[in-house]
């Protein structure tokens, strides 16, 4: 619903983590990418700055064929949201909000939004309940508000995009 999770955050240890795997994308922090393949896609979007940032160019590598592994014995130790303030800090609701939204206008191809749109929807509006449950409707807002000015690009590079779904096709 435009938002990324870590796989197996928060789980029991279990099989399923002991497998290699291909996975749609890397949280962030836990990447690692061979230079040509970020050249390939631009790499990570300035625009999006934190949050979401990863699932943007997961979407952007996927789109070029590049594929996604999880490897067991790599271990990261990442604190989610430490720098920020946590998980409903002011910053982290604005940009997670706005990234969404930017996420859904550049990297997702029509295809897939509208047949994902009640998931979206639904993921979207749990996401404007818990901001507010957590006194961050201004956050929030703000975060829908930062959409507007970048609209304007996200459609360009979603042009440039499409070239490759066109390659690829959607998945």
């Avoid at 594929?67 to 920020?84: D, F, I, K, N, Q």
């Avoid at 639904?122 to 703000?142: C, D, K, N, P, T």
């Amino acid at each position: 619903y435009s938002f990324g999770y870590r796989r197996g955050q928060d789980q029991p240890d279990g099989e399923e983590y002991r497998r290699e795997t291909v996975i749609f994308s890397a949280c962030g922090c836990a990447a690692l990418y061979r230079k040509r393949v970020l050249e390939a896609v631009d790499g990570y979007d300035e625009h999006f700055f934190a949050y979401l940032e990863d699932v943007d160019l997961g979407l952007r590598l996927q789109a070029a064929g590049a594929l996604g592994y999880y490897v067991p014995g790599a271990r990261v130790y990442h604190l989610g949201g430490a720098t920020s303030g946590g998980e409903f800090a002011p910053l982290v609701v604005r940009l997670g909000t706005r990234n969404a939204g930017l996420l859904l206008l550049k990297s997702v191809p029509a295809r897939i939004l509208l047949r994902c749109l009640p998931m979206i929807l639904a993921g979207q509006a749990f996401w404007f309940v818990r901001a507010i449950v957590h006194g961050r409707l201004l956050s929030y807002l703000r975060g829908v508000a930062g959409i507007f000015p970048l609209l304007p690009v996200m459609l360009g590079r979603r042009r440039v995009l499409r070239r490759l779904w066109k390659r690829s096709g959607p998945r």
